[in-house]
């Protein structure tokens, strides 16, 4: 398995409500949290892999979120009730 689809593996495994940082998915895909970035940024289908789950390990958002920008991961993430 490639590392990419590792990454979405993973990342298809956090459950609604709840977020990951980018150091667990990659200590869990075998990779850097970098190289998890970068797979999200190229996610090939954000409908079935909930990249808006990840975030900064101090629990910040990323303000490059591909799909829409901070304010959009925000409105997700609140709506699943996984920020307060």
């Known amino acids: ?14 459950k609604k409500g709840e977020t990951k940082s980018y150091s667990e998915i990659a200590k869990e895909a075998k990779t850097t949290p970098r ?9 090939p289908d954000p409908k079935n ?7 900064f390990k101090d629990g910040s958002l990323s303000p490059s979120y591909a799909f829409g920008g901070k304010k959009a991961q925000e409105k ?4 699943e009730r996984a920020l307060k």
């Open 35 to 43: 190289v998890v970035g970068f797979a999200l940024h190229k996610n």
């Open 76 to 79: 997700k993430l609140r709506e």
């Open 49 to 55: 892999i909930p990249c808006h789950r990840v975030v």
């Open 1 to 14: 398995m490639k590392v990419f689809e590792r990454i979405y593996a993973q990342v298809k495994k956090i």
